[in-house]
């Protein structure tokens, strides 16, 4: 049975300087996050049309194309993803021009690695993406569940019979919605003749 994998969240961080592009690949991978770099600004519409981004960290001064140009090729794709603009000549006119065009921050380099940490957990969270271990726990139980279930054709009705626990709890447990409690993830276990402890798939 294939383990539920809690997908990453994408990144795409658009810098000219192969260096900072680097730093921040090494560091957002290490910290779970699907990254990839871009140093040519110009192609930034193919990437964003392509890659299904949860959020671009954009460098505001770039030749060929600056970061404010680059936010508004970004917004005529897409109007939902996060942007996060960092700059090494932060002003007020770029922090209008990028919070107009909906930048959720503005980070003046050299950044911090724990503010640029604190950034992202907010942006995460803005966005419905937030991820803390016990919420990933929760995502992981829900969609093992659901396979289980599913592997083995029964409906949340057939369960709720089965397991004496309503629909709306069993779905909300599956939608990663309410934590189980151990004696309710028990009787789901039972009901699926399984163990409780391959409800955790590989957490």
Do not use: W
């Not at 260096?19 to 110009?42: H, N, W």
């Not at 950034?119 to 271990?133: F, I």
């Not at 909300?172 to 189980?180: F, K, L, N, P, V």
């Amino acid at each position: 049975m294939a383990t539920p994998v809690v997908p990453a969240v994408k990144i795409l961080i658009v810098d000219d300087d192969r260096a900072i592009c680097d730093y921040m690949q090494t560091l957002l991978e290490r910290d779970g996050f699907a990254v990839k770099t871009l140093s040519d600004p110009t192609s930034i519409d193919d990437e964003v049309k392509n890659g299904g981004y949860h959020l671009i960290v954009l460098d505001l001064m770039m030749p060929k194309l600056d970061g404010i140009e680059a936010l508004k090729r970004i917004r005529k794709i897409d109007s939902d993803v996060a942007v996060v603009i960092f700059t090494g000549y932060p002003n007020l006119e770029t922090a209008v021009m990028s919070m107009k065009l909906d930048a959720v921050d503005y980070i003046k380099k050299p950044f911090n690695v724990d503010e640029f940490r604190e950034v992202l957990s907010r942006v995460m969270r803005k966005k419905g993406l937030a991820r803390t271990p016990e919420e990933q726990l929760h995502r992981v139980i829900g969609d093992t569940i659901r396979n289980l279930r599913k592997e083995k054709d029964l409906t949340l009705k057939q369960m709720s019979r089965r397991t004496n626990l309503s629909v709306s709890l069993l779905s909300q447990i599956e939608r990663a919605e309410s934590s189980a409690s151990i004696s309710s993830l028990y009787k789901i276990a039972l009901a699926l003749d399984s163990r409780i402890q391959d409800l955790f798939g590989e957490f």
